[in-house]
């Protein structure tokens, strides 16, 4: 394995002529320019600076109101801010940015100008050179919840549902049989056809058949045969040819939180196998200079017996230990809910699948808890078995999410109390808290209402895509506080009423959004 690759920087991943338009310029002809070249992706500038970026995905969104979207602009259909690395940023950096992200899009700038756009695609060429991918099944990546449309679907379903569950391609099967797949692209084509297109059957354009993979593949089969088909997703199906999951190119980047493990694989191969247990324990403290010190993570390297062999700065940083505090330490000192019969367990449960994941908690050497998300990977080399552990502190999310679970209770308490219409959505337009008055309104219980999706329950069949749509695009405006949007309710019994609503945003203390509150 030629780990030298994982240092090389980017800019020489970059092998496409990047297309930049102005913020202004129609989304219309920015389409145009991406078929005409090929691209997958435009960089959008305002005031010439980098801004943001579209992709057909942004453009699918966008276009199920096709006469709509060819008078919006660029600016109004982009995903922003835009991440924007150096070209000479290593590979390894660049990898982990995207994960942390959760972005498919890197920008290259040198210079003040955009030199490239890296993508996962790009990514996975380096991540085949060093057979990371090796080191993975497809069923221990893939996305075992798979967006599909029955084959009798119309292409309008099939565009409302790829739009509302936010996916590029949707499967089309037949007793549980995948039997077609139609892209974003696709979609897109038939959506500039205009509403006719719109109401033929799914079964008239899907790409048939499909290309399958079997659950117990390997990784690297996976991405070789999308290679060989020049494809960007797999079905997975069992033994029997039923499906079980769909495999994206970006889920084979993402899988690879084992690049760690290849890493540390590759070190423990170079050792001299004679060299006894505290000489391997020195040599350990040379691992992956140039990624594990650097994590954020706190990263451990655990025997059988639960011993650290390794531990990084952010470790002993976190818990407040020294290097010298580990050498004496197993996992029982940090982890108070293990014993001796929980971490044989565990570790069983670890060798049968080779890696999981859970939530629990540390103490540090003051005696404070804080809360982590672990992963554990395992390996096994020369009779001896070791176990790869990568911890977040989530301390902060989860009082995060428990604050914001108590907000809603105090402020469902006043609102039990007011005739006003008012109700809380998230930023998926789920209804999270609804006034006494909205209640009534609605002619629906409270407690009947929580949790259910505001536009596709009670918003008409006929304006739902459209106010669905400019609820998301105002959310995804950075100094968006409020407005109003004109549109119907269905009430009780089917009747439907016109209302003005307004929107007014909930924000944390750091800016970032909470919810939407939504008031006639």
Known sequence: MNSNRLRVEVRELISREIIQVDGNTLASYTLELMENSGSSSVVVTRDGSPYGIITFHDIVFH?????????????EISSAPLIIISGSTPFYEAFWLMNERGVKHLALVDGGEVAGVLNDKDMLQILTEVEFLSIKRVDEIMHGSVISVPLTSSISDVMRKMVEKRVSSIVVEDRNRAVGILTERDALQLAKRGSRSLKESVKEYMHSPVITIEANSSAIQAEKLMLKHNIRRLIVTDRDGYMVGILSQHDLMNGVSGVYVAILKQTIESLSADLDKESKKSSFTNLTQYMVENIKCMVFFINRDGEFLYTNESAKDSLGYHSDDFQEMSIYDIDPSMNEGRWNRSWQLVKERRSSR????????????????TTINYIYYEGEELLFVISRDISEERQEREGLRESNRTMQKYLDFTNATLITLNREGRVMTVSKGASEFLNIKQSEL????WFKEFVPEDEYETIKAQFLISLRDRN???GYIEYSVVLSEDRIIKNRWRYSC??????????????V
């Open 63 to 75: 276009s199920s109101h096709w006469e709509e979207f060819k008078r919006m602009k660029s600016w």
């Open 358 to 373: 859970s939530d629990g908690i540390y103490i540090k050497k003051n005696g404070e808890y804080i809360d982590v998300s």
């Open 450 to 453: 929580y949790g259910r999706e």
């Open 480 to 482: 968006f506080r409020e």
């Open 506 to 519: 909930i924000k944390d203390k750091n800016g970032r959004l909470k919810e939407v509150l939504l008031t």
